[in-house]
Nanobody
Framework: VQLQASGGGLVQAGGSLRLSCAAS????????MGWFRQAPGKEREFAAG????????KYADSVKGRFTISRDNAKNTVYLQMNSLKPEDTAVYYC?????????????????WGQGTQVTVSS
């Protein structure tokens, strides 16, 4: 499956952004989807994930209560709604897809990656 992330930008602290990730070339509703992020000089880390059915989600503690992941299988798209953004949320955000039953939290568990979209939060 090919993934195309979009929706990043520059926002002030406390603001909101919604990222989108459009999938093509595969059966989208068979994939568990994840959002990861990578800040300069840091490793890529898990932010949020959603099962293929959309019924189960998982969040990193650092974003829990502020970010919401969702998916529209009819549109082959997964979203990440980010509210109450903080400067420490600044990173390149990547969407990723994996098969199987569970939501993965490690980069090694995902076989397909989008190109990344930059999110910058100013203080």
């Amino acid at each position: 499956v090919q993934l195309q992330a979009s929706g990043g930008g520059l926002v002030q602290a406390g603001g909101s952004l919604r990222l989108s990730c459009a999938a093509s070339g595969g059966t989208f509703n068979r994939y568990n989807m994840g959002w990861f992020r990578q800040a300069p000089g840091k490793e890529r880390e898990f932010a949020a994930g959603i099962r293929w059915s959309g019924g189960t989600t998982k969040y990193a503690d650092s974003v829990k209560g502020r970010f919401t992941i969702s998916r529209d299988n009819a549109k082959n798209t997964v979203y990440l709604q980010m509210n109450s953004l903080k400067p420490e949320d600044t990173a390149v955000y990547y969407c990723a897809a994996r098969g199987g039953v569970e939501i993965g939290v490690r980069t090694s568990e995902y076989g397909s990656w989008g190109q990344g979209t930059q999110v910058t939060v100013s203080s």
